[in-house]
């Protein structure tokens, strides 16, 4: 067997000592008898697990009491509904910072249910960059201010938080979950689908201070309202049991290697490795200003196409894998995720000396 180092933006790597694991227990769980795919969801078997799953998360990532946590399904992409339709019942409005796509589509979705307003913007320059804003920029009757916090597709991250004032700020983390410490108390609702930095795709991670819940507007299906998940423990109907097990691995894995600063400072190393090279190198420049420049995704060119093409392929000849930028953007991207190895971007770091000399 030999595993390639995986630099997909999603599904991505996961930890190989969590597949090991994983891979031990498929047949067998403890001493069950079963695979955790074959468990009652309502068995307290599976309960021990899901309950440790998010004491472990409610550890790692340092979350007050005043939050519930939620294990939910549809990706993050259903949250884009599911955040206006629980949240935008008081004012009908919301304001929102569009750094990407994601942040666009989240503001689009909200458009169907209420008014709908983009403070700002960095499309002008096909959003390179984070735009700055103030707290006299947003209205003080929106039910909630919306920003994508990393910016899976350009490689941008908001290193410093938007003052939205007494505003509850919204932030869909998806590409940025658990890659550092985050102040959670900062936070009206948190969301991530789980395929970047936690787990298989299939669960999406909801953490929603209380007071936002049991808000949601009339015409709300039963499976998106908030109060539905927070009254159930995430079991209102069945959750993706399977994909909560290994995000459940994924938090010790975390916590064994001693939490989010520890997490953060891995992330950073690998980032600045691959960062200072691309400062350095005459043929690959990143595509964004240094200042908002992201841990997980790092989007690079050549500046010729063709070029661009033959790198990706012997990359991927060299097992350096998905490092094809988005197809809205062309170019690459190298997503460094929690479970991409420091040996991995030195490695991919080497091969792209190599390629600069001999394409020199
Ligand atoms: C991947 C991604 C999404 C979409 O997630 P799904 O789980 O596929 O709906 C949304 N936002 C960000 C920031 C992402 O990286």
Not at 265 to 284: P, Q, W
Request: with cysteine.
């Amino acid at each position: 067997m030999s595993r390639v180092y995986n630099f997909s933006a999603g599904p991505s790597m996961l930890p190989e000592e969590v597949l090991k694991t994983a891979a031990d227990e498929l047949l067998e769980y403890g001493t069950t008898g079963q695979s955790v795919m074959e468990m009652s969801h309502r068995s307290k078997e599976y309960d021990a697990i899901i309950k440790e799953a998010e004491a472990d998360l409610r550890d790692i990532m340092n979350i007050p009491e005043n939050y519930e946590v939620l294990f939910l399904q549809g990706g993050a992409s259903t949250q884009f509904a599911m955040v206006p339709l629980n949240l935008m019942s008081k004012n009908n409005k919301a304001d929102f910072i569009v750094t990407g796509q994601w942040a666009n589509k989240a503001y689009k979705e909200a458009a169907r249910y209420g008014e709908a307003r983009v403070v700002a913007s960095s499309a002008d320059k096909t959003y390179s960059y984070i735009p700055k804003t103030t707290a006299a920029d947003f209205d003080k009757e929106a039910d909630y201010v919306h920003i994508c916090m990393n910016n899976t597709i350009y490689g941008t991250k908001f290193h410093e938080l938007p003052d939205v004032g007494d505003i509850p700020l919204v932030a869909d983390i998806s590409s940025c979950i658990l890659s550092e410490p985050i102040d959670v108390s900062k936070f009206g609702i948190l969301y991530a689908g789980a395929q970047k930095n936690v787990a298989p795709a299939g669960v999406t991670i909801v953490i929603i201070r209380k007071d936002l819940i049991g808000n949601a507007m009339d015409i709300t299906p039963t499976m998106l309202n908030y109060q539905t998940h927070a009254e159930n423990g995430s079991m209102f109907n069945t959750p993706p049991c399977y994909c909560i097990y290994v995000a459940g691995l994924v938090f010790k894995w975390i916590k064994k290697l001693g939490g989010l600063t520890e997490m953060k400072k891995i992330n950073e190393e690998k980032a600045k490795i691959l960062y200072d090279f691309l400062d350095g190198s005459k043929l690959f420049k990143g595509t964004v200003v240094p200042e908002d420049r992201s841990l997980m995704n790092v989007p690079f060119i050549t500046g010729d196409e063709a070029l661009d093409a033959k790198f990706v392929a012997e990359a991927k000849a060299a097992g350096f894998v998905n490092l094809k930028g988005h197809r809205s953007v062309g170019g690459m991207r190298a997503s460094i995720y929690n479970a991409m190895p420091v040996e991995g971007v030195k490695k991919l770091v080497e091969f792209m000396k190599k390629f600069e000399e001999e394409n020199a």
